[in-house]
């Protein structure tokens, strides 16, 4: 419906006895405004689509930063309220493990931080590719565009876009 091609409208509107090189040419001329107008308008008509087809809920603002940052890492996820205290160390003073798998038994990464303990509601979490990290400014610009205005979003480095539990060990959590 907006697609013009205005070299062809202006042939197309040109009488035929008029139809020649040097008019053709001054009407071209005459026509190159529009035809920047045009283009500053269909730019802003495809920035105008791409935000109403991508909205607050958590499918549409992790498909919004995997298409916008051209990659599929993004995840998006309520932050889940609880969690537990682990320590490194025993009161003993000897290492202990963070964690342990129970199916394993392999010493895991932290499975909490400090920062995701009692979260409150109105939280959701980010993770953020380690290879996007450089540019959280313009994810955090991004996220606040589309979040709803009562929610706050937490974004924590993950180290492999493929894994599910790719949090890096230290969780680096921003506001």
């Not at 697609?3 to 509107?13: V, Y």
């Not at 937490?154 to 949090?167: C, H, W």
């Amino acid at each position: 419906m907006f697609e013009i091609d205005f070299k062809r409208l202006i042939a197309l509107l040109l009488p035929m006895r008029l139809r020649r090189p040097v008019i053709f040419g001054l009407l071209r001329a005459g026509v190159e405004q529009v035809e920047h107008v045009y283009g500053r308008f269909m730019e802003a008509r495809k920035g105008h689509i791409f935000r109403l087809t991508h909205n607050g809920q958590v499918c549409y603002l992790r498909a919004m930063l995997n298409e916008y940052f051209n990659t599929k890492g993004f995840r998006v996820e309520s932050a889940k309220e609880g969690g537990e205290w682990l320590y490194a160390v025993a009161e003993t003073g000897e290492g202990v493990p963070v964690a342990v798998d129970e199916r394993t038994g392999r010493n895991m990464p932290v499975v909490y931080g400090e920062a995701t303990l009692d979260l409150p509601q109105n939280v959701f979490l980010v993770y953020v590719p380690a290879s996007m990290w450089a540019r959280l400014d313009e994810v955090k610009e991004m996220v606040d565009c589309y979040k709803l205005v009562t929610k706050r979003a937490e974004y924590i480095k993950t180290s492999d876009p493929r894994s599910r539990n790719s949090a890096t060990p230290n969780m680096s959590i921003t506001e």
